[in-house]
């Protein structure tokens, strides 16, 4: 159901995009910025994940990191049967996490050093998990494709004053609240298909690391990290707040239209419901062998 709600939104966007083509151009217009669509989410799509990365001040982790964060998410990627992901941490206190890449060989895994500082390692493997759901699922690619529909239709609304064929078809009344209504009709879906998309990575994410209540208990601690510190990058670039497992603009207490994520009481009931109807898998005890004691540090590679 995930994946045909996710299609159908899609092609919401895509439909509303082609609409105000044709508003601005009739039939030549709405096949014009099909095109340009095209054009556009191909160029993001290749660059995007060095877009993001360079955005947050992401630094390459090394392999043999003394946090082992590495050989913990090289083990969960077998487990996901996926190639292991670039990583990347960003210095920012916020617990918070991301991931990137326009298709599983070409994907990153960004987490912040807050994270680092607040989880344990059975959380962090949770969180890993969870990123590597995305990108099994070919989610960072749809949001990149989604975010760029949604820029672009906010443009092509402000193009709307400039050409004489939309007030032709709508008149100043009807051009003006398209330049409105559009880019808000595409925020909207744009935050729907976010919303589906988290929910079916929690869950296959729980999968991976064969243990829900581990991303349950990560979740409710970056949430509570993300309500009261900042993220200042993210602030700066907050078209990306949706990449976010958590999201770290500001908290949110139902899944209502203007969500980015769903709300995480919501998303953590789901993974504590899964464990209740699940024993962990085999994978659980796998994945904990290798995951180190879950001993509070006092630092991010303490």
Same mark, same amino acid.
């Given at each position: ?17 082609? *609409? ?7 039939? *030549? ?32 982790? =090394? ?37 990137? *890449?326009?298709?599983? &060989? ?5 987490? @912040? =050093? ?18 590597? &759901? ?9 949001? @990149? ?50 919303? =589906? ?14 243990n829900p209540l581990w991303l349950a ?46 709300? @995480? ?28 004691? =879950? ?8």
């Amino acid at each position: 159901m995930g994946y045909l709600k996710t299609a159908i939104l899609m092609a919401a966007m895509t439909a509303l995009f082609m *609409g105000i083509g044709y508003l601005l151009g009739g039939a *030549g217009g709405a096949v014009i910025a099909l095109v340009v669509a095209a054009v556009m989410n191909v160029v993001t799509w290749w660059n995007s994940d060095k877009l993001v990365l360079r955005m947050h001040g992401a630094e390459p982790v =090394t392999r043999g990191d003394p946090m082992g964060l590495h050989a913990m998410t090289a083990e969960l990627a077998r487990n996901a049967g996926l190639p292991e992901p670039k990583l990347y941490l960003i210095d920012t206190p916020q617990p918070n996490a991301f991931a990137t *890449g326009r298709n599983p &060989a070409n994907a990153a895994v960004a987490v @912040t =050093t807050g994270l680092l500082r607040d989880l344990t390692r059975e959380e962090l493997a949770g969180v890993i998990a969870h990123e590597l &759901a995305h990108i099994r699922n070919h989610d960072t690619a749809i949001m @990149t494709v989604t975010a760029t529909f949604a820029g672009a239709i906010s443009m092509l609304a402000n193009f709307a004053l400039f050409f004489g064929g939309s007030r032709e078809r709508m008149g100043l009344i009807g051009t003006l609240a398209l330049m409105f209504l559009a880019p808000f009709a595409a925020t909207i879906v744009q935050m729907a298909i976010s919303r =589906t998309r988290e929910y079916a990575a929690d869950k296959a994410g729980a999968e991976i690391c064969g243990n829900p209540l581990w991303l349950a208990a990560a979740l409710e601690k970056i949430a509570v990290g993300a309500a009261r510190i900042d993220n200042h990058a993210a602030e700066r670039n907050p078209a990306t707040a949706h990449l976010f497992i958590i999201n770290p603009l500001h908290a949110h207490k139902h899944d209502n239209l203007f969500a980015t994520h769903p709300a @995480t009481q919501n998303r953590i009931a789901a993974l504590r419901a899964m464990a209740r109807q699940d024993r962990p898998a085999p994978a659980a005890q796998h994945v904990r062998r290798g995951v180190p004691s =879950t001993r509070r540090r006092s630092g991010p590679w303490g």
